[in-house]
């Protein structure tokens, strides 16, 4: 007799998870209830002593349930389940990491499904200003592996060279927006195309792309490539490498600063000015807004802007924009399966994931 009928293209594996999982956290299953063994589960959901294996392994590794040869599987108490290290480069105190915030909203609510908590360290990158100058969050990350049972670690945006707490943890981990070691990219190639389709479409002849703070290498790579594929061939295409010096919440006032002297070279030569401009960031976007509507150019009739962005979340540009947008949602989904598979020593996907965008109508 199967135990749960079967649901079309769900593996049995996750089937089981999925049903102790909700009986756990309903508390339908107590804590202390012992489950039957691998066999009994095993005649009971008509499967292999494997599957089940595989299944109890990973409500194991979620924390919902403790295993041994002598107790055999037994439902674990919250108290005893395991936690999420959130490890962010930005203070989120800061008014400019409004995708950090998201994003570990997003990480959040999908790991409290298996019953998990998740624990922030937030300010770690050496240019983020704590909210507090007595909070280190690193140290505060090595004391709490004392009381709490981490399961694995999420890093976002850290910095190029993480600090020793983390580099030299045995955690899992997986990363996110840190320098030559994301294990999720954005598709950038595709963003290129699209927005060059959109700014031929529109009838402009003139893009500056922008991507400051950001590796302008990547951006005129993805360029080059899209022209040589037969997009935006006729597009004068100017790049503009403003490096910022500061980072937080400084990027706002140093992107302005930046966009203000731009502004005067095209007051200077008024044939250098373009009319289409590509931004990679949705805070600078803001700033290089401000700077458009002090010096009057008007948008969109002498320069339309595309600003790469995220979903949901709504920056006052006071111009009309249009944006390409990536979704925190979906690269906590990615973040979550990639760090289920290394708590459990599955074979992963080749890396980094490739996350695909939108650009809005």
Known sequence: ??????????????????????????????????????????????????????????LAAAGLVGR????????????????IGLIIGPSLSDETAHYQRALCTALESRFNRYGLSTR?????????????????????????????????????????????????SPLPKVRVGNAFRSDIIYDIDTLVREVLQRVEQEGRRKLAAFWFPGD????????????AAGVGQDLAIEYVDTPLQKRGMHIEKDAFEAMEALVATWKADPTRQPDALLIMDDIVARAVSM???????????????????TTGIEHHYALPVIRYEFSSSDTAVHLEELLWKRIRGEEIPPLPVLQQGQLSA
């Open 1 to 58: 007799m199967i135990h749960s009928p079967p649901a079309p293209g769900i593996p049995s594996v996750l089937r089981i998870e999925r049903h102790y999982t909700e009986q756990i956290l309903s508390g339908k299953l107590t804590p202390g209830t012992l489950l039957p063994n691998s066999r009994e589960l095993a005649r009971l959901w008509g499967t292999s002593a494997t599957t089940v294996q595989s299944a109890m392994r990973g």
């Open 68 to 83: 041994s040869q002598r107790s055999g599987t037994v439902v674990l108490d919250r108290r005893e389940r395991g936690v």
């Open 120 to 168: 922030i360290y937030d300010g770690v990158h050496p240019y983020s200003v704590s909210a507090a100058q007595e909070y280190h969050p690193l140290e505060t990350f090595k004391l709490d592996q004392r009381y709490y049972e981490f399961k694995g670690l999420i890093l976002l945006a850290i910095g190029k060279e993480e600090p020793a707490e983390i580099a030299e």
């Open 216 to 227: 302008l290498r990547g951006l005129k790579k993805a360029i080059d490539k899209a022209v």
């Open 291 to 309: 700077s458009l509507l002090k010096n009057q150019i008007a948008v969109p009739e002498q320069m339309m802007m595309i600003v790469r962005a």
